[in-house]
């Protein structure tokens, strides 16, 4: 099993860009997360998928937008990125049924210039 | 909305000794309370997790506690090694939400 995987990995974007951030996980997970690490700091929730055909706000919705595209994938869309969206960005996923553990992924170091 | 506080934002500590990081939760709704570790570059990973109908739990080297009643919970490692140098985050979550909301985090550094 891969576990949680994204991609990119790293990306620079010029101020106004847009891009996905694409996440998949392969462990039958109903919930899936989106969120961005500034440096020293903690976790911040962007937006969640509770379930496949969900999606809610979280903590610091505003700039993104996400697709669960399926049980599998979800994907985090910034359609004019700024410099105050350079952060790390880490997809989670949970079972949420019993077994609320979040398992992350690699994360995706983003730069807006 | 829940709050969870975290104490301190840098511990250092020599090696062999004890840690305890604590976090307290406003919602007493609130009955999930992991903690994760993240190392410099690394994602986040779960260490140990405790429930409310648990006072204590325990790992080899680490454990949990949780006080309901004061809503507040703590890590406690104990002979700390070099490789437990890291980050570490507490979070708190009800079963009907599948958010977590979590600390700002410790940095918890080991002294040769």
């Known amino acids: 099993n891969a576990g949680v995987t994204q991609t990119p990995k790293f990306q620079v974007l010029k101020t106004g860009q847009s891009m996905t951030l694409q996440c998949a996980q392969d462990?039958?997970?109903?919930?899936m997360y989106w969120y961005r690490q500034d440096p020293g700091m903690g976790l911040r929730l962007i937006y969640y998928?509770?379930?496949?055909?969900?999606?809610d706000k979280g903590e610091v919705p505003n700039g993104y937008n996400v697709s669960r595209l399926n049980k599998r994938e979800f994907s985090l869309r910034l359609e004019s990125a700024a410099p105050s969206q350079t952060s790390v960005y880490f997809c989670?996923?949970?079972?949420?049924?019993?077994?609320?553990?979040?398992?992350f992924g690699p994360g995706t170091r983003l730069t807006v210039t | 909305g829940e709050n969870v506080e975290q104490h301190p934002s840098t511990l250092s500590v020599q090696e062999g000794d004890s840690a305890v990081i604590k976090c307290t939760y406003s919602?007493?709704?609130?009955?999930?309370f992991p903690w994760y570790k993240q190392e410099l570059g690394k994602r986040p990973q779960l260490i140990i997790d405790?429930?409310?109908n648990v006072g204590e739990k325990k790992d080899q080297r680490i454990a949990v506690t949780l006080n309901k009643t004061a809503k507040h919970f703590s890590l406690h490692i104990t002979e700390t090694q070099p490789e437990d140098s890291a980050v570490y985050f507490c979070?708190?979550?009800?079963?009907?939400?599948?958010?977590?909301?979590w600390g700002a985090g410790t940095k918890l550094i080991i002294k040769p």
């Open positions: 989670a996923s949970s079972a949420a049924t019993d077994n609320y553990e979040q398992y």
């Open positions: 462990m039958n997970h109903n919930s």
């Open positions: 998928s509770a379930s496949e055909g969900t999606t």
């Open positions: 919602d007493s709704a609130s009955n999930y």
């Open positions: 405790i429930r409310s």
């Open positions: 979070a708190a979550s009800k079963a009907s939400n599948y958010q977590l909301i």
